[in-house]
């Protein structure tokens, strides 16, 4: 009988084990991030009927909850602020705020004396959202506080300062990088152009592995180009048989294509779309019909949206869509890694309407549809709407992204009370950044009730900027909140925003450039750590002077600010904790856009300037003024940090000559290999009549070019003009007026495939020899 005892236990014991793993899967594979970091717990998560465990002490602690084990009851009280929950082991019933639960699984000691609770419910019962990833197995925790409800979106509308759109009427700086690398050392340096066959040239952009979008795109055999609301696909490889391939075209007043991708399999189109939707009827009590006449009721109100179609491309005689996606709202930017695409948009928060509401009835949250998914519009649920306690903007903010390479796998959308105006992204997270201003200080030193007659002009303190950055942590097409900070000041655009090593930084201007005073602008540069808390920062660079162009490259940030002259600032970015001004050079004029040419030497193109003295109406001197001049390229020697210099210049034009380079770094076709440097550009001359004589302003000039220039560069022999190339014919020219042309001929963009150089404008795309510019074939666009 004993010895039948000892076979039978082990049997029975072994078979309730295998019974209770059954129910136990191991969470070794199990990630659980919580705002874009990783958590680290002593023993990994489980998975217990379906649901996430994790160790008690590490999820409370890292939400921020005090937690209190009461070991004879075996119960688990946790306290945050105002909420309370209660949960006893081996009990499936928990409280919050005293409110019972039904949990669908109980927390549970393990074989090491470890207590496991279910994550979901912790996290969502201390105010965080929570998904899950099946596919990568990961748990994607938001800490942010939601919405939640209505009444709530009231509640945190009615605090905000400000009524005004900060969203749809808000306008991006041109926007959009320098960035994160594998190598650190070579980090800011321009992306190189992918090996392909035949060799051709891609579109400038910031971060190396992060492509922008732009109005045209190569793959080395075709040219995609958004063309007066129209996708024209044109094959272009072989030159002399150039040939439009095929136009994709939209409904008319629906679509309105912008910019697009292209890689070997997809093309993507991203344009604005608008629509009419009702409004619900205005509610009057005692049941009175609205006195309002048929044919204007129900109003409507626009919806415009941010639309993404994606083409299959592989067949170029059977292009075919195969997705759409929208987010409501108006286009911030977008960037592509790979497969995944990733796309900003905001939408105002309709403030006056949503306060006279007294529930939800019709479309107040955004929306956004899918084809992956049911491709019906759904509205944003407050439950999924985020908020930032310290600050509430009337605007909501939507972070979208989506895998091309995953076609059934709807968009995921991150949606908060709050505005972008710039983004930059790097390989591994999104930064998005929105100015933000506190109201002006009242008068100092007056007494409100003092007449106005009795008032002397006292100094006043201008409204502060500061400038709040959002960031996102970026996976497979997943953009995942991970913190924000905040700087003083304002940002120019994209390039001043980078990411090295971990590091953010940032340069910004506060102040009032035209003041003189303690509240003149000056010019700051800040470093954020991780987890976007300051670290270092170099501030009050150029006093009275504002930033035109900044380029971080690696170690090293370049900064030029402006007033009267052009000061170029190198500063040394390698101590995160300590940046500091190396050297600088003042030279006259100043730059748009920096763009690298090695680790030792960086092109600047703007505007060369001269200083004229000024008079004021008695003829009084009032000192000098700056006046911009023809388009300027300069070639900045940095080799010796201390002391830069400009080794090569050159000025194209007269006053009035102006490129699109110096708006959208994206018109710049640059290739040290090929010693190439490629430009549109509008040419004024002023001519010998036109002198201004002794006038206090420079006179402007009158129309002469408008084409491509095309130079050489090298480091010996600095620019060189290699040709001109315009699409205008002579008659053309002829009937140019004195500012203006036929813009459908105005060259936008120049690209190169193999041995040819393209040049394109809405009406015609021409091939060039690229050695020696003769022309090859021109196609007209219809």
Known sequence: MKRYLKLVLPIAVGMLLLASTALLASGKDINVMLDGHELSFDTGPQIVDGRVMVPLRGIFEALGADVLWDGKARRITAT?????????????????????????TAPYIDVKGRTFVPLRFISESLGATVEWDQVTRRVFINSLPVVGSFENLKTLLAKTTSAGRAGDAVY?????????????????????????????????????????ADVVKTDGNYIYQVNNRRIVIVKASPAKEMKVESILTFNEGEFYPTELYVDDRYLVVIGSDYRRVPLPAPRIPGGVEPMIAPEIYPPFRSQNTVKVLVYDITDKSNINKTREAELEGSYVSSRKIGSSLYFVANKYADVYYIMKEENASGSL?????????????????????????????????????????????????????GSGQNIYVSQHNLFVAVTQWENPVPLRGIAPDTPVSS??????????????????????????????????????NQFSMDEHKGYFRIATTKGDMWRNDEYTSKNNIYVLDEKMKLTGQVEDLAPGERIYSVRFMGDRAYMVTFKQVDPLFVIDMKDPKAPKVLGKLKIPGYSDYLHPYDENHIIGFGKDTIELPQKDWQGRDTGTMAFYQGMKMAVFDVSDVENPVEKFKEVIGDRGTDSELLRNHKALLFSKE????AFPVTVMEVKQNQQSGTSAIPAYGEFAFQG??????????????????????????????????DYEKSVNRILYIGNNLYTLSNKIIQAHDLTSLEKINAIAIQ
């Open 80 to 104: 945050k602020g105002e909420t309370h929950i209660s949960l006893t082991v081996n009990n499936k019933t928990a409280f919050k705020d005293g409110a019972s639960i039904q949990l669908e």
């Open 172 to 212: 991006k700086t041109m926007d959009l990088n320098q960035a994160e690398r594998a190598l650190a050392s070579n980090e800011a340096l321009p992306a190189a152009p992918a090996a392909a066959s035949p060799d051709y040239s891609q579109t400038n952009i910031q971060v190396q592995g992060v492509d922008e």
């Open 365 to 417: 949250t955004p929306t956004y549809r899918d084809t992956a998914g049911t491709g019906e519009l759904k509205a944003i649920g407050y439950e999924s709407i985020h908020y930032f306690p310290e600050h509430v903007d009337p605007n909501y903010l939507m972070v979208a992204g989506l895998n091309l390479d995953e076609p059934e796998k709807e968009m995921t959308v991150s949606t908060y009370l």
């Open 455 to 492: 008032k002397v002009m006292p100094i006043t303190e201008p409204p502060k900027s500061s400038t709040t950055v959002y960031k996102f942590a970026l996976e497979n097409g997943r953009a995942n909140y991970a913190g924000k900070g905040n700087v003083p000041g304002t940002i120019l």
């Open 674 to 677: 090929k010693d190439l440097l």
């Open 708 to 741: 491509a220039y095309v130079y050489g560069l090298n480091m010996t022999d600095g620019f060189t003009l290699r040709g001109r190339i315009t699409h205008l014919t002579g008659e053309d020219y002829k009937k140019a007026g004195y500012y203006g042309f």
